[in-house]
T-cell receptor, first 111, second 114 residues
Framework: EDKVVQSPLSLVVHEGDTVTLNCSYE??????LLWYKQEKKAPTFLFML????IEKKSGRLSSILDKKELSSILNITATQTGDSAIYLCAASQGGSEKLVFGKGTKLTVNP | NAGVTQTPKFRILKIGQSMTLQCAQDMNHNYMYWYRQDPGMGLKLIYY???????DKGEVPNGYNVSRSTTEDFPLRLELAAPSQTSVYFC?????????????FGDGTRLSIL
């Protein structure tokens, strides 16, 4: 069965801390790994990773894919309260429209 | 830019009632998707469409129907609501399929079946 597992499920940090969120996947015909941020409503797209070892960056957020380890990490440096959200990881499969989502990591950043 | 618009935002239904969740996008995207998100769980694909007139089942299609008569609209219909369909429903769209481009999500419809 195809699955994506995220860890930790929940994380509480203080403003200014650096966090690393983990995502591992087991999907047939893996194509890409996507990260989304979900605040109160719609998930919003962060990164799409298809190549192993190439870091993608957007401000204080960065992510990298390791196809050998079937995993990805999402790093957030100098966290702010506005980073508080659920971070979703999803794996896509070649020849399929389905995204396999993990359960998400709930990040709480306290002032 | 409206993006993906879902209506209603909230709804309470009685068991056995039917209703249609509306989804519209103004980005001229060919691909549209319906997901459900249960508490503490990831999103599960219900149905998707690769273009007007074409729909296909996702992971959890039972109890739902869809249609795609135009590029812009992709309504989801519940015919006989059951408590197991209590969930948050998200509609999404993308320009290309096969996850070549990220999906853009609407704000969701929170549905409770009592």
């Amino acid at each position: 069965e195809d699955k994506v597992v995220q860890s930790p499920l929940s994380l509480v940090v203080h403003e200014g801390d650096t966090v690393t969120l983990n995502c591992s996947y087991e999907v047939t015909n893996f194509r890409s790994l996507l990260w989304y941020k979900q605040e109160k409503k719609a998930p919003t797209f962060l990164f799409m990773l298809t190549s192993s070892g190439i870091e993608k960056k957007s401000g204080r957020l960065s992510s990298i894919l390791d196809k050998k380890e079937l995993s990805s990490i999402l790093n957030i440096t100098a966290t702010q309260t506005g980073d508080s959200a659920i971070y979703l990881c999803a794996a896509s499969q070649g020849g399929s429209e389905k995204l396999v989502f993990g359960k998400g990591t709930k990040l709480t950043v306290n002032p | 830019n409206a993006g993906v618009t879902q209506t209603p935002k909230f709804r309470i239904l009685k068991i056995g009632q039917s209703m249609t969740l509306q989804c519209a996008q103004d980005m001229n995207h060919n691909y549209m998707y319906w997901y459900r998100q249960d508490p503490g769980m990831g999103l599960k694909l219900i149905y998707y469409s690769v273009g007007a007139g074409i729909t296909d089942k996702g992971e959890v299609p039972n109890g739902y129907n869809v249609s795609r008569s135009t590029t812009e609209d992709f309504p989801l219909r519940l015919e006989l609501a059951a408590p197991s369909q209590t969930s948050v429903y998200f509609c999404a769209s993308s320009l290309q399929g096969g996850s070549n481009q990220p999906q853009h999500f609407g704000d969701g419809t929170r549905l409770s079946i009592l």
